[in-house]
């Protein structure tokens, strides 16, 4: 396998079905919604920006952001399927899309949010110099950050 063939790909009539089929492990299922919701989404809030995540042309996990105010976008959804994890692609993945919401979108920063149990996203995003700044409003999420003058793949 060779990560050079992730590429990130609109979500269409012709894939959508894959995509809603992708799923994470029984013990990552609390942690994140359903790409088949998140799809719902995006088609009907022009801000959400949702793409597959594909292996050779394959969707193999699920991205959407959301560009607020300010010139900041919101990651809110990140899922590689749980038959594709721990091989890399998820790392290569994210390089891609930060690379793709810095060309497009042009941000000051860049926030995602998780679980706070969830010790593995945490690791992960901190390795692209994501840094908590707290609990989301409603007291569920870890909310960590980005300047994107700074920010580099730290892997």
Same mark, same amino acid.
């Given at each position: 396998?060779?990560?050079?063939?992730?590429?990130?790909?609109? #979500?269409?009539?012709?894939?959508?079905?894959? +995509?809603? !089929?992708?799923?994470?492990?029984?013990?990552?299922? !609390?942690?994140?919604?359903?790409?088949?919701?998140?799809? $719902?989404?995006?088609? &009907?809030?022009?801000?959400?920006?949702?793409?597959?995540?594909?292996?050779?042309? %394959?969707?193999?996990?699920? +991205?959407?952001?959301?560009?607020?105010?300010?010139?900041? $976008?919101? $990651?809110? =959804?990140?899922?590689?399927?749980?038959?594709?994890?721990? %091989?890399? #692609?998820? =790392?290569?993945? &994210? /390089?891609? @899309?930060?690379?793709?919401? /810095?060309?497009?979108? /042009?941000?000051? *920063?860049? @926030?995602?949010?998780?679980?706070?149990?969830?010790?593995?996203? %945490? *690791? &992960?995003?901190?390795? &692209?110099?994501?840094?908590?700044?707290?609990?989301? !409003?409603?007291?569920?999420?870890?909310?960590?950050? +980005?300047?994107?003058?700074?920010?580099?793949?730290?892997?």
């Amino acid at each position: 396998m060779t990560l050079s063939a992730i590429t990130l790909t609109n #979500i269409t009539r012709d894939n959508y079905e894959d +995509v809603c !089929d992708l799923d994470v492990t029984d013990e990552q299922q !609390d942690y994140i919604a359903t790409n088949t919701w998140s799809i $719902v989404q995006s088609v &009907f809030e022009p801000n959400y920006q949702a793409r597959a995540i594909c292996l050779n042309n %394959k969707p193999v996990g699920f +991205v959407m952001w959301v560009i607020e105010a300010n010139n900041t $976008v919101s $990651v809110w =959804r990140f899922m590689i399927d749980h038959h594709f994890q721990n %091989k890399g #692609i998820g =790392r290569e993945a &994210f /390089k891609i @899309i930060l690379g793709e919401i /810095k060309q497009t979108i /042009k941000p000051v *920063k860049i @926030i995602i949010g998780y679980n706070p149990a969830n010790l593995t996203a %945490k *690791k &992960f995003y901190a390795k &692209f110099g994501f840094a908590e700044t707290g609990m989301d !409003d409603e007291g569920e999420d870890m909310m960590a950050e +980005v300047i994107c003058q700074s920010l580099t793949a730290h892997s």
